[in-house]
């Protein structure tokens, strides 16, 4: 069963760190490449930080470049995004994704809340 578990999310002041956590199980995690997602409430799913293959070279979007920084340990099969000088635009639901043509995950979301 293919499964992706976020967690570490929660409410933060401005400025303030989170680190979260997406484990992976059922599925060969090697070979996929993982992402994270972020949907604010009335806003359309934006991709924040990524693997561009399995390589290890990485994608940030522009609101988040030099704030945020993703990483993997494949021993634990997790990806993880640490978050830093965190805003309140920053507020959102983040999730996990799992990407290997014709296949994709995605995990149930963890709650982000900065507040100002």
């Known amino acids: 069963q293919v499964q992706l578990v976020e967690s570490g999310g929660g409410l933060v002041q401005a400025g303030g760190s989170l680190r979260l956590s997406c484990a992976a199980s059922?599925?060969?995690?090697?070979?996929?490449?993982m992402s994270w997602y972020r949907q604010a409430p009335g806003k359309e799913r934006e991709l924040v930080a990524a693997f561009t293959g399995t390589g290890g070279n990485t994608y940030y979007a522009d609101s988040v470049k030099g704030r945020f920084t993703i990483s993997s340990d494949n021993a634990k099969r997790t990806v993880n995004l640490q978050m830093s000088s965190l805003k309140p635009e920053d507020t959102a639901v983040y999730y996990c994704?799992?990407?290997?043509?014709?296949?994709?995950?995605w995990g149930q979301g963890t709650q982000v809340t900065v507040s100002s």
């Open positions: 994704r799992a990407r290997r043509w014709p296949s994709e995950y």
């Open positions: 059922g599925f060969a995690f090697n070979s996929y490449v």
